[in-house]
């Protein structure tokens, strides 16, 4: 087992007990909230930078590289939480799965690509009742038939009641 240790008087540098001295690489948060680093590897003539994010590098590091059809999961729902015991692979299913359990699954209005809101949503509902066409509810909302059809059949929004 290797032992890592903060070097007195330097922060940010670390020691183990394997004799290596590395440096604390910091990173920042990205658009989609995760901590995200850019590497380089110094050695080579044309540096390349590689842009990754924490929970990747502790996955592949810690259980293997990550299997065609597979995403890391935060099992607590916190993407800050990159602790291995908090992250495995696993499929966008079971991934989607965890968003629903912890509330963090964006969806509805809140989602950028939103056409629709809360509102609209309860409108068609309405609508719907009152025997318009899924053409007609369509053009007034400007959204295609099949989304009209899928917010009908409680495929989309099914959110809102």
């Not at 690489?25 to 050695?43: C, P, T």
């Not at 495995?88 to 939103?114: L, V």
Request: proline share 2%.
């Amino acid at each position: 087992m290797i032992n890592i240790t903060e070097i007195v008087n330097i922060p940010g540098y670390f020691t183990t007990t394997k004799g290596r001295v590395f440096k604390e690489v910091k990173g920042h948060i990205n658009s989609e909230g995760y901590r995200q680093f850019r590497l380089a590897d110094n050695n080579v003539i044309d540096i390349k930078d590689i842009y990754t994010t924490e929970h990747k590098i502790v996955l592949t590091t810690f259980v293997g590289p990550r299997l065609k059809g597979m995403g890391c999961r935060h099992l607590n729902g916190n993407k800050l939480d990159n602790k291995l015991e908090n992250l495995c692979w696993g499929t966008a299913k079971e991934n989607a799965a965890d968003q629903e359990k912890h509330g963090t699954r964006i969806m509805g209005e809140k989602h950028p690509a939103a056409k629709l809101n809360d509102d609209k949503i309860r409108q068609i509902h309405i609508l719907l009742t009152q025997d318009h066409s899924l053409r007609s509810l369509a053009n007034k909302f400007n959204v295609s038939r099949k989304t009209i059809a899928r917010v009908r059949d409680r495929k989309l929004w099914k959110h809102i009641p």
